[in-house]
């Protein structure tokens, strides 16, 4: 497919839109294609409606200069059209005294960046943690956590060996407490979180502390709530939302009617801009992108009738400019319909995202943790789970046990649902383990959801804050993440393979519930590395596996621990010898000792 035809299609010169600040003052450009006549007013003009008009520039796009408007000032549009005067924040602005209130003219150039020259990791190096700014790290009761409080303890991330931290959205939402997948201006970032300097510092931060910031972005709907984008110049059709939305069949949403028209070419631009204003404007290192099946069909079910083409060339747009741009910065989509083409090249027709999260994984293995009786727990869909994967590519998948989606709508937190009001429970504590090692261990970018090591009960809500005191309390849970995520960054130079593309099945005993495999990347010693765990409440002695090779293994992990917690038997686990003899289609085997519900993680010196 032609990306420069897609390109060329939506590629007007506007220029800078919104509130542009420089030498000579303020210059304001808006889209208005059913306006008669526009003004900005603002602190600059005492919001004086005939003092400062803008000129029709063609196109619907009106814009001038107001040699008084500074930064800091607070400012709106004022819309002559048919449908009488109306009074708008701009669509561009970066941050606004509240969604409800006034646009704030904003100086993008005046945030002093100097030092940050951070480069995202390569992508078979990350691990990544998701988070939400307001209860992350809420020390107020009274207000949201916000970037300065949330800055406060990237050191505890840094110290577990976090290289990532995926922030669920943190744009100007109603209200001060939100998941933020309501956005209510794109542009701006909320101004209960710190606005836009805030956001900056909190990326220059997290860069100095070694970790890339990845930000979780909204295309397929907008609002609902607090939209000056709704009926933005008081045109539309059918009730719907004007220019900047479908206003037929194709506007519905499981939130409103409120998709944006990817076929418009300015509303093309629109996304176009914010997608790329994050990476080049806030030095954020990939987007995540909000359920892309309601880009990609109007209500995600498959059926070609209700495919959006245009949702897609839109996508494959920005795609293509970021890999021309940025190809070291990451795009994640969440589709979780399992498709190739999601993370297939834009080479191929594919939309050219560089990692999907992968429901072939969370959903088999939650289902394998929580499940309650041995018996049930089906091992060849843990297997099945472990291999999955793109393209052919381990690495365009993002595992996860616990999301915010995983651990909300109806779900909770993995150990709550093994024993619910009760995650300081053997069984709890136990299982809940092993879906982190297989998050660490397997093929794909592994991700983290906040209070996860905290060992954090019940479910997520934005109105309940991480637990801190839980630190202290659950300190060998804590520990238990921490070393599995050196072991997957191969700190000590013992375990490369679990960076590398190379998966080997070399038990899968639904019997016995046990699963071991072999992650290599170049293989041999310091590289090649086998998982061993155990599903079952059974011991199980002298258990034979083929392994990878001869000589001996020495465990780098063993999740059974009492280091990790008092309750674990901690069996004694010790470097094993392979002996010749067949096993697993191996011509030697080592017998291994596996706890209840346990994992052992071995490697060659």
């Known amino acids: 497919m032609n990306i420069e035809k897609e390109v060329e299609e939506v ?14 003052g303020v210059f304001f450009r808006v889209w208005a294609p059913h306006a008669e006549s526009v003004s900005v007013i603002g602190d600059f003009n005492d919001w004086n409606n005939d003092a400062d008009f803008l000129d029709s520039e063609g196109k619907g796009y009106w814009g001038g200069n107001v040699e008084k408007a500074k930064a800091g000032q607070e400012y709106k549009f004022v819309l002559r059209t ?12 970066n941050q606004l005294t509240n969604s409800i209130g006034n646009g704030i003219i904003y100086d993008q150039s005046a945030f002093d960046w100097q030092g940050d020259s951070y480069r ?35 050191p505890y991330l840094r110290d577990l ?35 836009p300097d805030g956001f900056k510092n909190f990326v220059k931060a997290a860069h100095e502390h070694g970790m890339a910031v990845i930000l979780d972005v909204v295309y397929n709907h907008f609002g609902p709530q607090d939209m000056d984008l709704w009926q933005f110049d008081g045109w539309h059709e059918n009730d719907g939302g004007g220019i900047y939305f479908y206003n037929d069949w194709r506007s519905e949403t499981p939130w409103g009617n409120t998709r944006p028209d ?5 509303v093309r631009r629109y996304i176009r801009d914010n997608a790329l204003m994050w990476l080049e404007d806030y030095h954020v290192d990939g987007l995540r992108m909000d359920m892309v099946p309601y880009i990609r069909n109007v209500k995600a079910n498959g059926n070609p009738g209700d495919d959006i083409p245009e949702g897609k060339t839109l996508i494959r747009w920005i795609h293509s400019e970021i890999k021309e741009k940025y ?38 293995v939650r289902k394998a943790i929580i499940t309650q009786e041995d018996a049930d727990r089906d091992m060849e869909a843990v297997a099945k789970a ?8 381990a690495f365009e998948r993002i595992v996860y046990t616990e999301s915010h989606d995983e651990v909300a709508n109806g779900q909770a937190r993995v150990a709550e649902e093994i024993a619910h009001s009760d995650v300081n429970n053997y069984y709890s504590k136990k299982r809940a383990a092993l879906g982190v090692v297989l998050v660490l261990t397997v093929p794909g970018i592994p991700m983290i959801f906040q209070g996860q090591p905290l060992l954090e009960d019940k479910w997520f809500s934005d109105t309940d804050p991480l637990d801190w005191s839980r630190l202290d309390t659950f300190k060998g849970f804590v520990d238990l993440h921490r070393d599995l995520i050196q072991l997957r960054r191969n700190f000590n130079d013992q375990t490369k393979g679990l960076s590398g593309q190379n998966i080997e099945l070399l038990r899968v005993d639904d019997e016995k519930k046990v699963v071991v495999f072999h992650r290599w990347k170049e293989g041999g010693p310091g590289d090649s590395v086998v998982v061993a765990i155990n599903f079952s409440a059974e011991t199980h002695d002298d258990y034979g596996v083929g392994f990878p090779a001869a000589g001996e293994w020495v465990p780098r992990f063993n999740s059974d621990w009492k280091g990790y917690d008092g309750e674990f038997s901690d069996k004694t686990v010790v470097t094993v010898s392979t002996q010749e003899g067949e096993y697993d289609g191996k011509p030697q085997f080592v017998q291994m000792g596996l706890a209840p519900y346990s994992a052992i993680i071995y490697s060659q010196n």
């Not at 291999?387 to 590519?393: A, F, G, K, L, V």
């Open 11 to 24: 590629d007007i010169n506007v220029g800078g839109m919104g509130a542009v600040c420089h030498d000579e």
């Open 82 to 93: 048919p449908s009488g005067e109306l009074f708008r924040n701009d669509p561009y602005a």
């Open 120 to 154: 995202t990791p390569a992508w078979n190096e990350l691990v990544i943690y998701e988070m939400h700014l307001g209860t992350f790290n809420k020390t107020d009761p009274n207000h949201p956590g916000d970037f300065y409080t949330a800055i406060e303890r990237l």
């Open 161 to 195: 060996g976090i290289n990532a931290i995926e922030l669920m959205p943190v744009f100007e939402f109603p209200g001060d407490t939100s998941w933020g997948y309501n956005p209510a201006f794109p542009f701006a970032i909320e101004a209960d979180y710190g606005g």
């Open 262 to 266: 990817f076929g418009r070419e300015e």
């Open 327 to 364: 190809p070291y910065k990451i795009t994640i989509a969440e589709d979780m319909h399992s498709l190739d083409s999601i993370t297939n090249e834009l080479e191929n027709d594919g939309w050219g995202y560089g990692a999907q999260w992968d429901a072939q994984f969370v959903h088999p």
């Open 386 to 393: 472990i291999m999955h994967r793109y393209n052919d590519d």
